[in-house]
C-alpha cells in the first residue's frame, strides 16, 4: 500500500469531520416513527424510516434521539397540539441536525417538531375511516336511532376509577329535578393501547342484555388528551355505528372531534355534559307531560260540556225525530197493506177466471176424446181389412219364392220351385213354362 493505513477510529472521525463540513445546518424532514423509547435518563430514543406508498417496503432508515431537556418541552408541545400520544406509528416533520460518532454512528439529533403536519395525517387517516364507513353504507346508522322518550336506563363504558365516570353518576344522583336514573358500569380501558378491543367487549356485554338499556355512553375524564388515537380507529367505529342503542359520547377532548365522536348520535364535550344533557332530556319529557297534563285539565271540562250539550241537543231533537220516523213507518205499512190488497184481489181475478175456464175446457176435451176415438176405430178397420188372411179367406193366395212374396211373373223362370199359400194350406209347385 501506497497511503498509510487509517485506524477505524481515525475513518470515523474524518466521516464525522466530512459531515459536520458538508451538513452543518438544521434540516426539517418528513418521516414515520417507526420505534420510540424513552430511557431512565429521560433521552427519548427513535428509529425514522421511510416506505413505499405503494408496496409499503422501506427506502430509508435513520436512528435519531431527542435529548430529556428538548424531549420534555417537545413531547408536551406536540401532545397538547394533536390530542395524540407521542408513539411509534405516527408521520411527523421534524428538524434534525445531522450527527456521526465514531462509536455510535450516524444519527438525526431532534431539536424541533411541527404538531400540524402530524394533525394533517391525523385529518387524512380519520377521513379514509369515514369514507369507508360511509362506502359500506354504516356512517349514520347511530345517528338515524330515535333517542327513546326515557333515557333512564343507562349502560355506561367508561373506567372504574376515571373521575369523569364518579363525576357522571354524582350529577345524575343529584340532578335538581328529583329525576331517577339507572346506570350501569361497564368497565373498559380508556387509554392506552386496549382503547379499541376493551370498548368492544363493553359494547358485546351491553348488546347481550339491550333490551335493559335505554342509551349507552361512553365517557372518560382525568386521563392526557394524547391517549385519544384508541377512538379514531376503524373497528371500534364501525361497532359504534351498527350499535341497535343510541350512543351518546363524552371523551372529554373540546378541540377536536374523534372518529367515534363523528359516528355516535350525540357527542358532548365532558361526562358531566352527557349527564346534563340526558337530565335535560328527561327534564323535556317531563315537561310535555306536565304540558298534556294542563291540556286535560283544561280541555277535558271543556269538552264534556260540549258533549253534554250535543246529548241534551239529542235528547231535544228524539220526540221530533221519532214522530218523523212513526210517520214514516205509518205511510210505509199503508203503502204496503194497498200495495199487496191490489195484488191479492189481481190473483183472485185471475183465478176466478180459471175456474170459469174449467167447464169448457172439459168439454172440448171430451169432444177431442170422441174424435179422436172415432178415428182409431176407422184405422182399426182399415188395418183390418187389408190383413192377408182377410185376403185369403176372399181366395186371394201367395206365391213365395225363397220365403219372399213374389208379385211379377218376370221373377220366376223355369224349374222355380215356388210355394202357394192359401186360406186354408199351402203347396209347392214347379215353374215348367212361362
Known amino acids: 500500500m501506497e497511503n498509510k493505513p487509517l485506524s477505524l477510529l481515525e475513518l470515523n472521525s474524518l466521516v464525522r469531520r466530512s459531515i459536520t463540513s458538508c451538513l452543518p445546518d438544521e434540516y426539517w424532514v418528513q418521516a414515520e416513527l417507526s420505534d420510540v423509547r424513552v430511557n431512565y435518563s429521560g433521552h427519548c430514543y427513535l428509529e425514522f424510516v421511510q416506505k413505499d406508498a405503494t408496496g409499503n417496503a422501506l427506502l430509508a432508515k435513520a436512528r435519531g434521539i431527542i435529548w430529556a431537556n428538548v424531549f420534555t418541552r417537545l413531547r408536551s408541545y ?136 335505554d342509551v349507552v355512553v361512553i365517557i372518560r375524564g382525568g386521563g392526557a388528551t394524547s391517549d385519544l388515537s384508541g377512538f379514531d380507529t376503524y373497528d371500534l367505529a364501525a361497532n359504534c355505528a351498527q350499535f341497535p342503542l343510541p350512543i351518546i359520547t363524552g371523551i372529554g377532548h373540546e378541540r377536536d372531534d374523534t372518529v367515534l365522536d363523528m359516528i355516535s348520535h350525540t357527542r358532548v364535550k365532558t361526562p358531566t355534559a352527557v349527564a346534563e344533557f340526558l337530565i335535560n332530556h328527561v327534564r323535556q319529557t317531563a315537561q310535555e307531560l306536565e304540558t298534556y297534563e294542563e291540556v286535560i285539565y283544561q280541555e277535558v271540562p271543556r269538552l264534556l260540556q260540549q258533549e253534554k250539550q250535543r246529548l241534551d241537543s239529542f235528547i231535544t231533537r228524539i220526540p221530533g225525530q221519532v214522530q218523523m220516523r212513526l210517520q214514516r213507518e205509518n205511510f210505509r205499512q199503508e203503502k204496503f197493506q194497498n200495495r199487496m190488497k191490489t195484488a191479492w184481489q189481481s190473483r183472485l181475478l185471475q183465478e176466478n177466471y180459471r175456474l170459469q175456464l174449467m167447464p169448457r175446457l172439459l168439454s172440448a176435451l171430451q169432444n177431442r176424446v170422441q174424435r179422436e176415438t172415432y178415428r182409431l176405430e176407422l184405422l182399426a178397420q182399415r188395418v183390418d181389412s187389408a190383413s192377408p188372411e182377410k185376403l185369403l179367406k176372399k181366395g186371394y193366395s201367395l206365391t213365395l219364392l225363397d220365403g219372399k212374396v213374389v208379385t211379377d211373373a218376370s221373377q220366376l223362370k223355369p224349374g222355380d220351385e215356388v210355394e202357394t199359400r192359401l186360406a186354408k194350406g199351402k203347396f209347392r209347385s214347379k215353374v215348367i213354362n212361362k
Open 78 to 213: 406536540f401532545e397538547r397540539e394533536t390530542g395524540q400520544a407521542f408513539v411509534s406509528g405516527l408521520k411527523v416533520l421534524v428538524k434534525v441536525t445531522v450527527d456521526f460518532h465514531e462509536l455510535y454512528g450516524y444519527s438525526l439529533t431532534v431539536v424541533n417538531i411541527d404538531p400540524t403536519y402530524t394533525l394533517g395525517d391525523m385529518v387524512r387517516r380519520r377521513k379514509e375511516i369515514l369514507r369507508q364507513l360511509d362506502e359500506e353504507g354504516i356512517l349514520t346508522l347511530n345517528k338515524e336511532l330515535k333517542l327513546p322518550v326515557l333515557t333512564q336506563r343507562i349502560a355506561v363504558i367508561s373506567s372504574a376509577t376515571a373521575a369523569g365516570y364518579g363525576d357522571f353518576c354524582n350529577q345524575l344522583l343529584h340532578n335538581s329535578f328529583g329525576f331517577v336514573f339507572y346506570p350501569r358500569l361497564f368497565q373498559a380501558i380508556m387509554q392506552g393501547e386496549q382503547v379499541e378491543q376493551s370498548i368492544i367487549q363493553a359494547l358485546d356485554r351491553i348488546n347481550a342484555t339491550r333490551d335493559n338499556w
